[in-house]
């Protein structure tokens, strides 16, 4: 299964933007510019969670915006902003980065540093 999305406007939701997302089993890619084009990919086992924000105006066109946390260190946060069907595609996320890290066998652990150890 794959989306394709296109980043919109907020006003009345029309997707004049040059901004496309595509989420695949494996990735996500997000594909920028016009002049300039600047692509962007994430594997999906690196996504840790996600998050759906919807403010008032992408409630009343039927938009809302994803933000994917990811072990990615050049960019720990990936925001799909303006989206059609963002909770089918938040849902999408959540159980494609799940398969992926069982079928990769990697496990997400939390880095507590040395600040959370006391040695005596």
């Not at 089993?25 to 969670?49: L, N, P, Q, W």
């Not at 980065?97 to 079928?103: L, P």
């Amino acid at each position: 299964m794959e989306y394709r999305e296109r980043k919109r406007l907020l006003f009345l939701g029309l997707p004049w933007t040059f901004t496309v997302y595509r989420l695949s089993e494996d990735m996500v890619s997000v594909k920028a510019g016009f002049f300039r084009t600047v692509e962007d990919d994430c594997y999906m086992y690196k996504i840790h969670d996600v998050k759906l924000v919807r403010g008032l105006v992408e409630r009343i066109f039927g938009l809302g915006t994803v933000i994917c946390y990811t072990g990615d260190k050049t960019h720990p946060e990936k925001h799909l902003s303006h989206i059609k069907n963002a909770r089918e595609i938040k849902d999408f996320i959540l159980d494609a980065s799940e398969k992926a890290r069982v079928k990769r066998r990697t496990l997400h652990t939390l880095d507590i540093g040395e600040s959370g150890l006391d040695v005596l």
